[in-house]
């Protein structure tokens, strides 16, 4: 509500704004909320940031319904207007959140805007790594953020079946064959797939066929070997995301692109558009023309495509299926491919800003502190379905997202296993179970809250005041998490709301002693503090349900 307020009085000074940045200040003593938005006037608008604030504030001020909100609003540092909440406020607000969660939570951003997310699309050649993983948590808990604050969310995984890593793959399955059939015809290649998944396929195969093949050219059976093996790994990604709790809407497959047409229409319409060439037998995109360092072959002078061809293809269909912002999540690795990509669009007359890609860094695992050596090509590494096997899809789709995606992440295996404050999630869902078992406690006793036994002003105890600021001021985290793509914000929220409640849990009696002859202001004390651990509960339930972990009712 309060950034409506300062775009108004924005607007008032002749400038539009779609954004004021209200944000939760880090430190204490620095309000209960803060904009920038004075500072970032200033050069627009060619006046001191803190003048500005001042005519911001005296603006606020002359509305009433500001001067319900705040008790003060000042200026601090070069420009910041910090806002401090009236009691009165906070109170009406929680009670507003118990009444009507469902109403207090409804987040307005994105009016129905259609927004694709692109996750995972792993390379069918292998089981999901923890890099996977981490990508897989973070679109499925982005893609549940940007449905509550709003938009049309469509999920999509790529599917790379026409390169030539499946083509390894099925050499590699080949080779395999042999040796389960006690032939050394054909080795795997050097730079093949190994491990236990390859023998498994084989082993598919060779139940199937015998040892009927091994006298054939891979040439000839190159279509049982490179099928059979990208289907069954296809089909073992889904299961093991599944089980993660990660499903999609749409699984796009590279080899439909081809044969649709939908690749050679899209070189033909950059073609026409000037920004294809032919040189030195292949076929090039002008991706210089677009600030990239240099020009892309799209087809090979053998008459083969690259990934890159594809893959134009494949973001210009994304826009031309009508979403107004696709947003793709790739490994860090991936990074120097964002220019030449959005080269793509923009020179198919696409908006390049409708383009957003967040880049998801390595995980390094952790046992006993010590680093658990990886090598995919070796077939020697720690598994997504290893990992959920052994702590928890919750544990951790959490972990996963208690790090910004940007930022390398080590994810200790002792800590994700421990029932304490170590293990993050054991904490929030500990919160909730908590509050559950208040409850049966309470329904026990007969005790029960009506709105005429209600005095939230009971409630002013230090830490309960903080408690409620922080339930009060879940909407405005959850729409900046919307806004800036940032589904770890929720999590850092659900972190700090446990690390308020587990010590006043501790610290402060919730329910009447039992037994005793309770006076009605002790019970009257009672009805309030559940309303507050009502809140509490909803709005950890809210939060986990965004990341897509459970909230269970007892631990």
């Known amino acids: 509500m309060i950034e409506k307020f300062i775009l108004e009085a924005v607007e008032g000074m002749g400038v539009k704004l779609d954004f004021a940045g209200v944000e939760i200040p880090k430190r204490e003593g620095q309000g209960d909320i803060s904009t920038p938005v004075a500072m970032s006037l200033s050069g627009k608008l060619k006046t001191a940031p803190r003048k500005i604030a001042e005519a911001l504030i005296l603006a606020l001020n002359s509305r009433p319904e500001i001067n319900a909100m705040f008790e003060k609003i000042e200026i601090l540092g070069p420009g910041f207007i910090n806002f401090h909440l009236k009691a009165d406020f906070i109170y009406d607000r929680l009670m507003s959140l118990y009444n009507d969660s469902k109403e207090f939570l409804r987040v307005e951003l994105g009016f129905g805007k259609r927004v694709q997310v692109e996750f995972v699309s792993a390379n069918p050649t292998g089981p999901l790594h923890l890099g996977h993983g981490r990508g897989a948590a973070l679109g499925a808990a982005l893609a549940n953020l940007l449905t509550g604050a709003g938009y049309e969310v469509e999920k999509e995984f790529y599917i790379n079946d026409a390169g030539r890593q499946v083509s390894l793959l099925g ?3 080949f080779g395999a064959y042999h040796k389960l059939c006690n032939s050394d015809k054909y080795p795997i290649p050097e730079d093949g797939y190994r491990g236990d998944y390859i023998e498994v396929i084989a082993k598919d195969i060779a139940e199937t066929h015998g040892n009927s093949l091994i006298n054939r050219n891979f040439s000839e059976v190159s279509t049982i070997f490179i099928d059979y093996s990208y289907k069954k790994m296809l089909k073992w990604i889904d299961d093991d995301l ?11 497959s590279e080899r439909e692109l081809f044969d649709s047409g939908i690749v050679g229409a899209s070189i033909d319409l950059l073609r026409q558009q000037g920004y294809i060439y ?39 269909r994304k826009f031309q299926r009508g979403f107004d912002e696709c947003i793709n999540i790739w490994g860090a690795d991936h990074h120097g491919y964002i220019p030449r990509v959005k080269a793509a669009i923009k020179a198919a007359g696409v908006d390049d800003s409708r383009l957003t890609v967040l880049l998801v860094q390595m995980v390094s695992l952790l046992r006993a502190g010590v680093p658990v050596q990886m090598s995919k090509r070796a077939g020697e590494f720690i598994t997504l379905k290893d990992l959920i096997d052994e702590i928890g899809a919750d544990t951790a789709r959490f972990i996963f997202l208690t790090r910004r995606p940007d930022s390398q992440l080590e994810f200790d295996l002792d800590a994700a296993k421990a029932q304490s404050a170590e293990n993050p999630v054991f904490y929030v869902q500990y919160a909730f179970a908590r509050i559950n078992s208040i409850f049966s406690k309470a329904h026990e006793r007969g005790i029960q809250t009506t709105s005429a036994e209600i005095n939230l002003s009971l409630l002013d105890k230090p830490e309960e005041l903080q408690i409620i600021k922080k339930l009060i001021l879940y909407p405005l985290i959850y729409e900046n998490a919307a806004r800036a793509r940032e589904p770890h914000r929720i999590t850092f929220y659900l972190q700090e709301l446990s690390g308020m409640f587990h010590p006043y849990y501790n610290k402060y009696r919730i329910l009447s002693v039992e037994g005793s002859e309770e006076s009605t202001e002790s019970l009257t004390l009672t009805h309030a503090r559940l309303i507050l651990c009502e809140s509490i509960k909803t709005i950890i339930e809210a939060g986990l349900k965004t990341l897509g972990i459970t909230a269970p009712e007892r631990m």
């Open 171 to 173: 050499q590699s399955v």
């Open 242 to 252: 599944s089980t993660f709790n990660v499903t999609f809407d749409r699984w796009q």
């Open 278 to 316: 032919d040189e030195d037998g292949a076929v090039w995109f002008r991706a210089t023309a677009f600030g990239d360092e240099k020009d892309r072959v799209i087809i090979k002078s053998d008459g083969t495509y690259t990934y890159f061809a594809s893959d134009i293809s494949y973001h210009i």
